[in-house]
């Protein structure tokens, strides 16, 4: 294995690295159990993981106050942990079971919580970027001091709605976080590929919208970057923009082979600069934590896990009834002669 880089001095306390480490790892183990429940069948459809990512959505949950909204594309598992839904009703939800937050009927791509401020979850690429531009809408109208979240990835940058957004979300001084989750491939063609623009976060010079990169492997300069944009937005400065570099382990979704990029370059980006490995390498060498605590966390988040696995085979399917409720309908549709 190569060297692991030396890593720098952590500017929060032990106890917040340790709560950065834990939702890290609560995740990484996640989505690893969920990739197993594709393998065996019992997740349908399409399954896209957050494997590598981790530390995007942690950073910026730390800089989130309650009340903050988010709304984010179909790789939307990390989103929801991260912002305190419960791991079984979201991987009911995946299984397509009656304790899922959608009831069973939305999947992997399609959920959320009223009571968390997440609200999706959506499978068109871009279509987030708007809605998230509308909820801030929402809170500057009605005088609520809040901030929004809207994620979306590198390939979704390039969608002409999100230019739209920019411009009416700078018009209008909405207080809108716009998180660009570059990780570097979009569905399969690499951004050097695909733009001859790469970075990303600059796009929104031309509408006067402040911006910066941000390393995404970096859970810290996450939430540091992340407290620099939610202060502007707070202070009625408009929104911003994050272009967060990051680097997903697996393919697109579930079915993605990942043949466009080499295995070499995958273990490399894995030894060398994996967020959770980092924040561990913080703990054990500014010993705030031993290698007994950090395996006793492990043990925690795997139990945490195996339980969301166990619930969601217990539930059971969602009833015929289900099909009718939660439809923008008084009454059904009466048949024909």
């Known amino acids: 294995m190569a060297a692991r880089k030396s890593v720098k001095k952590p500017n929060v306390s032990a106890d917040e690295l340790l709560e950065y480490y834990r939702e890290m790892l609560l995740i990484r183990r996640f989505e690893e159990k969920a990739g197993q429940l594709y393998g065996m069948g019992l997740i349908g459809g399409f399954c896209h993981l957050y494997i590598g990512q981790e530390a995007v959505v942690v950073g910026l949950e730390a800089a989130a106050d309650d009340g903050d909204k988010r709304v984010t594309s179909y790789r939307d598992h990390g989103h929801m942990l991260a912002c305190g839904m419960d791991p079984n009703g979201v991987m009911a939800e995946l299984t397509g079971r009656e304790g899922g937050y959608s009831k069973g009927k939305g999947g992997s791509m399609h959920m959320f919580s009223k009571e968390k401020h997440f609200y999706g979850g959506h499978g068109i690429v871009g279509a987030q970027v708007p809605l998230g531009a509308g909820l801030a809408f929402s809170d500057k109208y009605k005088g609520i001091d809040r901030v929004t979240f809207a994620y979306f990835g590198d390939g979704a940058a390039n969608q002409g709605q999100v230019y739209e957004t920019y411009n009416m979300a700078q018009l209008w001084d909405l207080p809108v976080v716009f998180v660009i989750e570059n990780n570097q491939y979009a569905m399969g063609t690499s951004v050097q590929r695909s733009t001859k623009s790469p970075a990303l976060w600059k796009r929104g010079e031309a509408y006067g919208i402040k911006g910066e990169e941000v390393d995404g492997m970096d859970v810290l300069a996450v939430k540091e970057a992340g407290e ?67 395996k006793a966390i492990d043990k925690e988040i795997k139990d945490i896990v195996n339980k969301s696995a166990d619930f969601s085979k217990e539930s059971p399917e969602p009833a015929l009834e289900e099909l009718w409720t939660d439809i923008y309908a008084d009454e059904l549709p009466q048949e024909t002669a």
Do not use: F, N, W
Not at 258 to 265: D, G, H, M, Q, V
């Open 228 to 294: 620099r944009a939610v202060a502007h937005c707070r202070a009625g400065k408009g929104p911003y923009i994050l272009e967060v570099k990051t680097y997903r382990y697996r393919g697109h979704s579930m079915s993605d082979p990942a043949k466009y990029r080499t295995r070499e370059e995958v273990q490399k980006m894995r030894e060398e600069r994996d967020p959770i490995e980092q924040v561990r390498d913080m703990l054990l060498t500014g010993k705030h934590a031993t290698e007994d605590d950090l």
